[in-house]
């Protein structure tokens, strides 16, 4: 029988691989680096051998997606923000038995759901920012799943975690799954770039993301689901929020009552919010 061992909301910001280069933007990311350090730490200390990552980066405009590859390496630059991230290195393996077994139990929920092990299909960098500082040594396999998703429900997504939890019980493994994504995603416009590296874009995002980090440490998990749905439309959730979702899915949704613990306190990005903290296990899966 498989086990849940850690689950967490985690950034991926593209400045974190420019808080690694020379220049004026050295360092300036090292408390989310360390975040990533230190939940990869955990995860060795817990014997976890997979990492499932919800990518809100991954982009698909129908049905639910699964990178079941056996192997992810190459050279990254990103489509998106080139200045940012280029030519990125990555080695990792991937694990095409949990990846199918994802899709057959998410698909019992009755959503659609596919697992693919095709060669040529490649991460996204909301896999792999987090990996280059968790699994730089290949001690964890990789399975990544589409969580910017354009034509779907936000209860499926929840559904999306349940199938998982079900698949991951019936794994001969232990498994961590991440929720890659920011908290509101307003960019700041263009123009305004210069004052944007290390502010939010609105006051208001600042206030709800505020809001919200209290109502995960007071565990009000109740308020918090009924309210996620405006939360991604008003504050611009990245991939609609489909990997809150996901993860909440897997805990139980509203019935999910523990406290988050902050690994790397909320941080604007470019005018987004981002944090890393952990979703302690409900004591059923503890």
């Known amino acids: 029988m498989g086990k849940l061992a850690l689950a967490a909301k985690i950034t991926h910001v593209p400045s974190m691989y420019l808080s690694e280069l020379p220049g004026p933007t050295n360092g300036i990311r090292q408390a989310a680096i360390d975040g990533h350090k230190e939940i990869g730490r955990r995860c060795r200390q817990l014997g976890v051998d997979t990492i499932v990552v919800f990518d809100s980066h991954w982009l698909v405009n129908s049905a639910f997606h699964i990178n079941a590859g056996a192997h992810f390496g190459g050279v990254y630059t990103s489509n998106e923000l080139p200045h940012f991230i280029q030519n990125m290195e990555f080695d990792y393996d991937g694990n095409p038995e949990l990846g199918q077994l994802m899709a057959?139990?998410?698909?019992?929920?009755?959503?659609?759901?596919?697992?693919?092990?095709?060669?040529?299909?490649?991460?996204?960098?909301?896999?792999?920012?987090?990996?280059?500082?968790?699994?730089?040594?290949?001690?964890?396999?990789?399975?990544?799943?589409?969580?910017?998703?354009?034509?779907?429900?936000?209860?499926?997504?929840?559904?999306?975690?349940?199938?998982?939890?079900?698949?991951?019980?019936?794994?001969?493994?232990?498994?961590?799954?991440?929720?890659?994504?920011?908290?509101?995603?307003?960019?700041?416009?263009?123009?305004?770039?210069?004052?944007?590296?290390?502010?939010?874009?609105?006051?208001?995002?600042?206030?709800?993301?505020?809001?919200?980090?209290?109502?995960?440490?007071?565990?009000?998990?109740?308020?918090?689901?009924?309210?996620?749905?405006?939360?991604?439309?008003?504050?611009?959730?990245?991939?609609?929020?489909?990997?809150?979702?996901?993860?909440?899915?897997?805990?139980?949704?509203?019935?999910?009552?523990?406290?988050?613990?902050?690994?790397?306190?909320?941080?604007?990005?470019?005018?987004?919010?981002?944090i890393n903290a952990i979703f302690p296990l409900p004591d059923s899966m503890a």
């Not at 909301?126 to 429900?153: C, E, I, W």
């Not at 206030?207 to 504050?235: I, N, S």
Request: charged fraction near 30%; aromatic fraction near 12%; charge should be negative.
């Open 104 to 274: 057959e139990e998410i698909c019992k929920t009755g959503i659609r759901a596919q697992a693919h092990n095709i060669e040529s299909l490649e991460l996204e960098y909301g896999t792999l920012v987090p990996m280059r500082y968790m699994n730089q040594d290949k001690h964890f396999k990789v399975v990544s799943v589409s969580a910017f998703l354009t034509s779907h429900d936000l209860q499926d997504s929840r559904k999306f975690g349940e199938g998982l939890l079900k698949a991951i019980e019936k794994y001969d493994g232990t498994v961590a799954v991440f929720a890659s994504g920011s908290l509101s995603h307003r960019f700041i416009w263009d123009r305004e770039y210069k004052r944007g590296m290390d502010e939010y874009t609105r006051e208001w995002d600042r206030q709800v993301d505020k809001h919200v980090v209290g109502m995960w440490e007071r565990a009000e998990w109740k308020e918090f689901t009924d309210m996620l749905p405006e939360y991604a439309e008003y504050c611009y959730g990245e991939g609609g929020m489909h990997d809150t979702a996901m993860l909440l899915g897997l805990l139980g949704w509203d019935q999910y009552d523990k406290a988050v613990e902050i690994i790397t306190p909320a941080f604007p990005s470019s005018g987004t919010g981002q």
